[in-house]
């Protein structure tokens, strides 16, 4: 069955009472790449991923999660 990759990160982002901008900038990416994540557009990389769980204190598990189609 195919499956897709997805997220939670605007809630949690949003949780914390941050914008995009300033997510972006904690772990050193535009904040296009936090939109274009947030939005499913873009799968984010090993590294980024492991860096947008220790910016927001969550492990990866919660923040992002395969669904079947």
């Known amino acids: 069955m195919p ?8 809630a949690t982002r949003e949780g914390r009472g941050w914008t995009q901008g300033q997510l972006a900038e904690a772990i050193g990416v535009s904040r ?3 939109n274009t994540v947030e939005n499913e557009v873009f799968i984010p990389s090993t590294v ?3 860096k947008l769980a220790a910016a927001l204190g969550k492990p990866v598990e919660e923040l992002f999660r395969l669904v079947e189609e």
């Open 32 to 34: 296009k790449t936090i």
């Open 48 to 50: 980024i991923a492991l």
């Open 3 to 10: 499956e897709r990759l997805t997220n939670n990160l605007k």
